[in-house]
């Protein structure tokens, strides 16, 4: 695995990307250790994947639905699933913004650090309700 | 079960001195009001005010109470009825005389440029919200 002094890293940002891109870790830092890793993003949301699974919780009543997503404890409503997912989908991207501009060093929020970059990693809203609930979003009952 | 409205919620966020924030330029404009409310210890507790329906489920409401804004049902009712913050545990303990620091939140805070004269008298929520601050500056 490469190792890169951020001189050399700054010169030749267009290798350590397209290496990064190939599946390579490209470590960084200003002295002997890493300090940062340039890593591909999907293998990083695959990996995050793995370790930091949603479970939204579904209450459906006569007038509506509404979601509970208890990882980041945040919900969605709305007058049918679909609404409540893309409610949940704001509420979601909502939290990140919060988390990455205050929550993230709070220690009752900390915990949520894996689920949050889940969703800042998917950089679209239909990436992140594929995120929250599967592959086939529109049918997220379960 | 008593459940809210929208406004009641934000009603709530008003009387227990939450701070909704801004929608800064360059960020993601939100069709949700999002509140936040710092408390001592370095906790931050968080909420988003939907418009998604006229009120709220009993089993959602019951999530709301207890994951985000940490209080028990009497407490929200006496807020927005009668406009009386809640006392959360923890939030009014006693301390002894005198304002004393975590040594590691004191280390962080000299480590993030704050001069040591500036520490004297500094309370923990305050420590802990300069720090903030001054991470967000590097």
Redesign the interface.
């Given at each position: 695995m490469v190792r890169w002094q951020m001189s050399e890293a700054r010169k030749d940002f267009s290798t350590l990307v397209e290496r990064a891109s190939r599946g390579e870790w490209q470590l960084v830092g200003r002295r002997a250790r890493a300090e940062v890793v340039l890593a591909d993003a999907a293998e990083i949301a695959e990996l995050l994947a793995a370790a930091f699974p949603f479970a939204p919780e579904v209450?459906a009543?006569e007038?509506?639905v509404?979601i509970?997503l208890?990882e980041l404890?945040?919900?969605?409503?709305?007058?049918t699933l679909a609404?409540?997912q893309d409610?949940l989908v704001?509420?979601a991207?909502?939290?990140v913004?919060?988390w990455e501009?205050?929550?993230r060093?709070?220690?009752?929020?900390r915990h949520k650090s894996g689920h949050a970059r889940r969703v800042q990693l998917a950089d679209d809203r239909a990436r992140v309700a594929e995120v929250l609930f599967g592959a086939t979003p529109g049918s997220p009952l379960r | 079960m008593r459940v809210p409205r929208p406004d009641d919620l934000r009603r709530f966020c008003i009387v227990d001195g939450w701070v909704r924030?801004a929608d800064a330029p360059g960020?993601?404009v939100?069709?949700?009001e999002?509140w936040?409310k710092r408390l001592p210890?370095?906790?931050?507790?968080?909420t988003?005010i939907?418009k998604?329906?006229a009120e709220?489920?009993v089993?959602?409401f019951a999530?709301?109470l207890r994951?985000?804004l940490q209080v028990t049902a009497a407490q929200f009712w006496s807020a927005v009825d009668k406009g009386e913050a809640p006392q959360r545990p923890g939030v009014h303990s006693s301390r002894p005389q005198g304002e004393s620091l975590p040594f590691a939140l004191a280390e962080r805070l000299l480590a993030a440029g704050l001069p040591q004269a500036e520490l004297a008298g500094l309370g923990q929520a305050e420590a802990e919200r300069l720090?903030?601050e001054l991470?967000r500056r590097r």
């Open positions: 209450f009543e007038a509506g509404e509970w208890p404890e945040v919900y969605g409503q709305g007058s609404e409540a409610d704001e509420a991207l909502d939290f913004d919060a501009a205050e929550l060093a709070a220690p009752n929020q | 924030a960020r993601r939100s069709k949700h999002v936040t210890g370095g906790r931050v507790l968080h988003a939907s998604g329906r709220y489920g089993p959602l999530r709301i994951a985000q720090l903030a991470e």
